[in-house]
């Protein structure tokens, strides 16, 4: 049996983008916004929402405890204009720095 590959929204070409476009007009004209919508965003054609990490209280910590928070991709919740994408983050530290940001937190409150 031969198997279909998970189409990639992500890497789609103008013509695509373009018979999207035009698909998402006709379901707009036809009272089905919510579908449109849904589509527009499948087929990036519409920017998501993204967390604003760098206002994050937990970022701040880590930057006055001196421990490097990385970027590790996002995780995305909700879906048309509800989307919102947030980050997910990897730290590495040995005990004594997460502790001095314990203590960071603690001082802070």
């Not at 909700?78 to 990897?90: C, K, R, S, V």
Request: proline residues 2%.
């Amino acid at each position: 049996m031969e198997r279909k590959p998970v189409f990639d929204y992500g890497n789609i070409t103008q013509e695509h983008k373009d018979a999207a476009e035009e698909i998402i007009t006709m379901l707009e004209a036809t009272g089905q916004s919510g579908l449109a919508s849904d589509l527009r965003y499948k087929f990036q054609l519409a920017e998501i929402k993204k967390y604003d990490w760098s206002a994050s209280e937990f970022i701040r910590y880590c930057k006055l405890a001196d421990i490097y928070v990385a970027g590790q991709g996002h995780l995305m919740e909700g879906e048309g204009e509800d989307a919102m994408q947030y980050p997910l983050f990897a730290i590495c530290e040995d005990v004594r720095r997460l502790e001095k940001l314990i203590q960071v937190i603690k001082n802070n409150d």
